[in-house]
């Protein structure tokens, strides 16, 4: 049966090649392999073919049907309506973040009511995905708890009696509000809970406060530990997860920030980066930095993790292990920025406290109609047909610019923040910050996947 070679992309890493094709597959070459390749593609040396067929590069007839369900594994995304539904109880906050995007323009619908809330939840399980996940973010979600615990009743009860939907619910909170009673329910409706630990004391300290201007760190850390004693007492199957985001105060601390997360228990930890946008824009020349600072901080954190791991530690990246998912297992890891198209109002859409349908969190927080989908006034179809959505996906595809990268398969990008770099959604995409910071964080991957392989494989077991 006759061979082919699948169309690939290549780039040199190092003193060796790596090619990458749509399909997931991807390989490791030599100078010579890379060389022999190029010149002569269907009459390479029977050792090359046979590590060329071993990763489906070389193919047959035979390996349509793996090949095909491999892409299909690596872009399930594409065939289910959206999952992700991220509600905004209320706009307001009792912290004042000295990179916070999400501070209302005004005064104006800052809490969600009960009304729009019953709207919210006939709209979500309008969407045919089977799995639906309801996240609440804000603001601040407790500051409109009697929301919140009417959403998650309500939502329990129409799913329990109809829906029979695989239902998560989790929230995004900065805990300073948080109480016993608050807690009790949150564990009992089996809500998972996210929170912000920026790195040490000197270092949150620094990047999250309170209205006021006090540090917030003492009583995160309070609760923290509270919710894990809870977890471990009550035999709780989840874990409490956190952020930390990472500002030019935070670059030398890399260690202490990972030290942090393990002496608090958790196993991952994800090192989000400041946006220009909000208060980061307006604090950008304290708390900014270049896309190369930032991965100088991350490599040299991702080091440590390793170090660690290899000392019997269980801690993760968060980001990485999205990444690997799709690179080692060939799977889509439901992570909307790796997504081409973007996930944005097709894999998520988010609830603002009005009822308004933005494509995602950060689009909502721009407050401008080009991300904006409708309302939950309107029809589920009029919204997963809107020219902004269509404008959205068309404009994340990875083909259209990303042709010649060797990474495009393991990659996304983001239109919202590419709209506020460079003042439109049809970027010039390697000038991006995001691209220069994923294309770093792919090279470090595929740069240690060989003699780290055990510690991926794990962290995506």
Request: net charge neutral; proline share 3%.
């Amino acid at each position: 049966m006759e061979k082919g070679i699948l169309p690939y992309r290549s780039m040199k890493l190092d003193d060796k090649y790596i090619i990458t094709t749509d399909f997931g597959s991807w390989i490791f070459l030599t100078e010579n392999e890379f060389s022999s390749l190029k010149k002569n593609p269907k009459g390479v040396p029977d050792e090359l073919k046979n590590k060329l067929e071993k990763e489906k590069i070389v193919v047959s007839d035979a390996d349509i049907n793996e090949i095909v369900n491999d892409y299909r594994n690596l872009n399930k995304f594409l065939f289910h309506g959206p999952s992700l539904h991220i509600v905004i109880p209320t706009l307001k906050c009792n912290q004042n973040c000295v990179y916070c995007q999400a501070k209302p323009k005004n005064d104006i619908n800052l809490d969600m009511t009960k009304e729009t809330a019953i709207k919210v939840l006939d709209f979500i399980f309008k969407s045919p995905s089977q799995a639906l996940t309801i996240e609440f973010q804000g603001g601040e979600p407790l500051l409109n708890w009697n929301i919140v615990k009417f959403i998650v009743e309500e939502i329990r009860k129409i799913n329990n009696e109809f829906e029979k939907r695989d239902l998560r619910i989790s929230m995004v909170t900065n805990l300073t509000l948080m109480d016993d009673e608050k807690l009790d329910f949150l564990i009992k409706n089996n809500v998972s809970i996210c929170t912000s630990l920026d790195g040490p004391k000197y270092v949150h300290d620094k990047n999250r406060i309170y209205l006021e201007n006090k540090g917030t760190y003492e009583d995160v850390i309070k609760w923290i530990k509270k919710i894990n004693e809870e977890y471990k007492k009550r035999n709780v199957n989840v874990e409490l997860n956190a952020l930390s985001v990472i500002t030019r105060i935070s670059l030398p601390y890399y260690k202490e920030i990972v030290d942090e997360y393990v002496k608090n228990n958790f196993h991952m930890i994800q090192f989000g980066f400041v946006n220009k946008m909000g208060s980061g824009k307006s604090n950008w020349d304290e708390i900014g930095y270049s896309a190369e600072d930032y991965l100088d901080f991350w490599k040299k954190a991702m080091d440590y993790i390793i170090e660690l791991n290899r000392k019997g530690i269980n801690i993760k990246e968060r980001l990485s292990t999205f990444m690997l998912t799709k690179i080692l297992k060939k799977e889509d890891p439901g992570y909307t920025e790796l997504m081409s198209p973007c996930g944005a109002g097709r894999t998520q859409i988010v609830y603002n406290t009005n009822g308004d349908i933005y494509t995602c969190d950060e689009g909502r927080m721009l407050e401008e109609d080009l991300f904006k989908l409708g309302n939950v006034e309107n029809k589920y179809e009029d919204i997963m047909r809107n020219d902004n959505l269509i404008a959205i996906c068309h404009s994340s595809l990875l083909d259209n610019y990303c042709t010649l990268c060797a990474f495009k398969p393991f990659c996304g990008t983001c239109p919202v923040l590419n709209y506020v770099e460079q003042g439109t959604i049809i970027p010039k995409i390697t000038e991006t910050f995001r691209c220069k910071v994923y294309k770093g964080i792919l090279t470090y991957i595929f740069n240690n996947i060989e003699k780290n392989r055990d510690i991926f494989e794990r962290w995506i077991a």
